[in-house]
């Protein structure tokens, strides 16, 4: 039978790269986790295999389709987790497509505006809007008193849950050939504000985590490019990033590391971020 105690993490673009490091991490360290896909059900299925190898449990994850664009699909997403395990601990929002045909910003589409925000802005803003009005009905795994929470000492198990949304260092690194992209990625930073902002008070975390040049499918027709700039110091640590370097990140946020932090953009990255001379 499942461990009813694990917190329920949903993550968003599962099935492969970041986000299949995400959700494998996750469940390494006693969550249960929805890995959500949108086309490969094989993909997903593959990574669900995975984490019952490693776990030797077979109820630690499950898959579930859904396409972030869509509302009835957002809908169907939360309902599914909520049948399956009973309430929603943890939202990684990390699916996202990338811009069609890296198109220059003054030949940028409404068609492909719309396809690129809905997937990276739209879907993550509404399907956070959703679990969090979730996690408000739930109580904590554990409960605790009204003098340990005045005192500071509440637990992370008495949170009500932990909101991560996966961004890019495209949201303040201009590339005039990916304008949607870079959009939505600077407003979901607006996003993680305006959610950490309303949802403090209600015991609920928001991070954003900002990635930077990442081994991953997205990445592959670029890697020759990418391979020189980085030895020519593009960042600090000179290396390509991991999926799991993200995936460590992501479940340092999730297990309460930082219980007096939100709203935090946390670069994954390198050292990218940093002005030199």
């Not at 460590?248 to 590391?257: E, R």
Request: proline share 5%; net charge negative; glycine share 8%.
């Amino acid at each position: 039978m499942p461990n009813s105690q694990f917190p329920v993490a949903i993550v968003t673009g599962a099935s492969r790269g970041i986000g299949r490091a995400i959700a494998e991490r996750l469940a390494s360290a006693d969550h249960r986790v929805l890995v959500n896909y949108c086309h490969r059900r094989d993909a997903a299925d593959e990574v669900v295999a995975a984490i019952t190898l490693a776990t030797g449990d077979p109820h630690r994850a499950r898959v579930a389709q859904a396409d972030v664009g869509s509302a009835p699909d957002r809908h169907r997403l939360v309902e599914e987790a909520v049948n399956w395990a009973g309430r929603v601990d943890i939202l990684v929002n990390n699916a996202g497509i990338t811009s069609p045909g890296r198109l220059d910003v003054l030949d940028a589409t409404e068609e492909n505006w719309d396809l690129v925000l809905g997937t990276n802005l739209k879907g993550p803003f509404f399907l956070t809007q959703l679990v969090a009005k979730q996690m408000l009905t739930q109580t904590p795994l554990s409960s605790g008193t009204e003098a340990d929470r005045l005192a500071d000492n509440v637990a992370f198990d008495q949170r009500r849950g932990t909101i991560v949304n996966i961004s890019s260092v495209s949201a303040y690194a201009v590339s005039t050939n990916r304008p949607d992209y870079c959009v939505a990625k600077a407003g979901l930073e607006m996003a993680t504000w305006l959610f950490a902002t309303r949802l403090a008070d209600e015991g609920v975390l928001v991070y954003e985590i900002s990635p930077g040049v990442i081994a991953s499918d997205m990445t592959a027709p670029v890697r020759e490019k990418y391979d020189a700039l980085i030895a020519d110091g593009l960042t600090p640590i000179r290396r390509w990033g991991q999926p799991d370097d993200v995936a460590q990140a992501v479940t340092s946020l999730a297990t309460g590391a930082f219980p007096f932090c939100t709203g935090q953009r946390i670069h994954v990255d390198g050292g990218f971020h940093m002005r030199r001379l």
